[in-house]
């Protein structure tokens, strides 16, 4: 199965002219090691390995901080396969496209020395072309973002067609899609977050003031949303139902938390789950007055015209 990416070329793209020029995408963590010998089936496995790594190299950093950085390492150089397509962005308010063609290799003294081959396709993606929603995703903080859930847009665009829109049979609408909550509602929180229950105690997760809490990768897949108390003595790990079954959604969160508690968790903290779907269901709150730590919540949107 074909997979696509967004892959950040260095800060704020710095490097995504040199990257295009030479047929690469790349990272930079951990610029002295060859990591040809060091790249596990294993997400967990190398993360467990380099994390002290990272940490003994930067000791200000913190755990959640190493996890990410070592899991984004990981994605570039081990789990992206040949034939999967990348998208970069120039830093112009454009994205290079193009598909991967080798596996890992080191470039000792280079930029970006952890990198994969990649062909580059001739034109390339205006951002002013994707649906809101891939603009969101493709924008999001963090080296690495999958895109693969908008495969069929991302072709379209590849091939020259614009992508569907939503449309309003309200004519008062003037922006329908943002009443497609269900597929937009984790950027709705992440806008509104200060606005929420969940704001007033917590904090979306940032480091060197960037957002890195908005799909944070683990071990079996990314969290939607990983927070902290204000007081710093709790993780918070916020998963969204989104149509998914029931049970599917609160065994995910269970795992994404389990994860937390033992790869990134500092000595002292805790670790809670949040689940929040469009409606309520009974089944989720059936099952949660067993299981310890995690609260449900649903979510309402409202709006006002108001004469001007």
């Known amino acids: 199965m074909k997979n696509y990416f967004r892959i950040m070329l260095g800060r704020k793209s710095v490097y995504a002219e040199e990257a295009h020029g030479e047929n690469f995408i790349g990272t930079g963590w951990f610029e002295e090691i060859d990591l040809t010998n060091q790249l596990p ?65 080191y470039r000792r003294g280079e930029h970006l020395p952890h990198r994969r081959g990649v062909q580059w396709y001739p034109t390339k993606i205006e951002r002013s072309q994707m649906s809101q929603a891939l603009q969101h995703s493709a924008g999001s903080i963090g080296t690495v973002s999958d895109l693969t859930k908008y495969a069929a847009e991302i072709e379209g665009l590849i091939s020259g067609s614009r992508p569907p829109t939503i449309v309003a049979t309200d004519e008062t609408i003037e922006d329908p899609s943002v009443f497609a909550m269900e597929s937009h509602l984790e950027e709705f929180l992440i806008q509104n977050w200060q606005q929420t229950l969940l704001g007033k105690s917590y904090d979306i997760y940032q480091e060197d003031g960037e957002l890195v809490g908005q799909q944070y990768p683990s071990d079996t897949g990314p969290i939607d949303i990983l927070a902290i108390s204000k007081d710093k003595k709790e993780l918070l790990v916020v998963e969204l139902k989104r149509g998914r079954a029931s049970d599917v959604v609160i065994g995910q969160t269970q795992r994404y938390m389990g994860y937390v508690k033992d790869e990134l968790a500092e000595e002292g903290q805790t670790v809670r789950g949040t689940i929040i779907a469009l409606e309520d269901d009974a089944r989720i709150r059936r099952a949660l007055s067993v299981a310890r730590g995690i609260d449900f919540y649903t979510y309402q949107v409202s709006f006002k015209l108001q004469k001007v």
């Open 41 to 105: 089936e294993e997400y967990r496995s190398f993360n467990q390995a380099m994390i002290p790594v990272y940490l003994q190299k930067c000791p200000e950093k913190t755990k959640i901080s190493a996890g990410l950085a070592c899991g984004m390492l990981w994605t570039v150089a081990r789990y992206l396969k040949i034939g999967d397509i990348v998208l970069c962005p120039n830093g112009a308010g454009s994205y290079f496209v193009g598909e991967v063609t080798t596996n890992y290799q």
